[in-house]
């Protein structure tokens, strides 16, 4: 099974990168999507109701995001703790993931998104590091537009983690999203074509 890993800086077009592997017939597991259905579990609801009270929970008892984000970004202790709560069920779930079939037959390649892959300390965990990068003027802008949030709110929000530039370092193939959405498609493509040739070369 070829597997690599896709990162970025938020509001850097990681979503978009993924999107368009998908469309070419790639197999993408979104750790962001793993995560949301292991935020249902009881045991995380009532650890992180134990941390930050239930002003995080929405009407139905669930943990909301958009609120739980509000207190993780403005608290690099908490943001900690967070991540040792949910890295190690998000883990394993993602791992049972890639050891199932995909549609009865194993895909070519398989993409494993996840956001904090390089602050993981583990960046080719699941193959070559793929990143989807912009300059950190373009993820404000961006980040602006989307959350509807003001320039200084963003920018917390884009330095809770590593600066995208000193990710870069640890990428094997980076993806520019800062031009048209042609361009970045062309790239993914390439990145596509020589992960595979790679793998058929080994």
């Known amino acids: 099974m070829i597997t690599a890993g896709l990162t970025g800086g938020i509001a850097s077009g990681k979503t978009t990168v993924a999107g368009m592997f998908a469309r070419l017939g790639t197999r993408v597991i979104d750790a962001d999507d793993v995560a949301h ?44 703790w967070l991540n040792r709560l949910m890295h190690p069920p998000v883990r394993a779930e993602i791992q049972r993931l890639l050891d199932e079939p995909f549609d009865g037959k194993a895909p070519p390649l398989t993409i494993v998104d996840v956001p904090l892959l390089v602050e993981s300390g583990e960046p080719r965990r699941y193959g070559p590091l793929i990143l989807a990068y912009c300059p950190e003027e373009i993820q404000v802008e961006r980040l602006m537009r989307r959350d509807a949030l003001n320039r200084s709110a963003a920018l917390q929000r884009i330095r809770a983690q590593r600066p995208i530039d000193e990710k ?31 793998a058929a070369a080994r």
């Open 37 to 80: 259905e292991i935020l249902l579990r009881d045991e995380i609801v009532s650890a992180v109701t134990a941390r930050f009270g239930r002003s995080v929970l929405d009407d139905r008892g669930r943990v909301d995001r958009k609120r739980l984000g509000g207190a993780v970004f403005a608290d690099s202790a908490n943001r900690a």
């Open 168 to 198: 870069r370092a640890a990428a094997d193939f980076i993806i520019d999203t800062s031009g048209p959405l042609a361009d970045t498609f062309r790239q993914v493509q390439a990145v596509r074509r020589r992960l595979l040739e790679g």
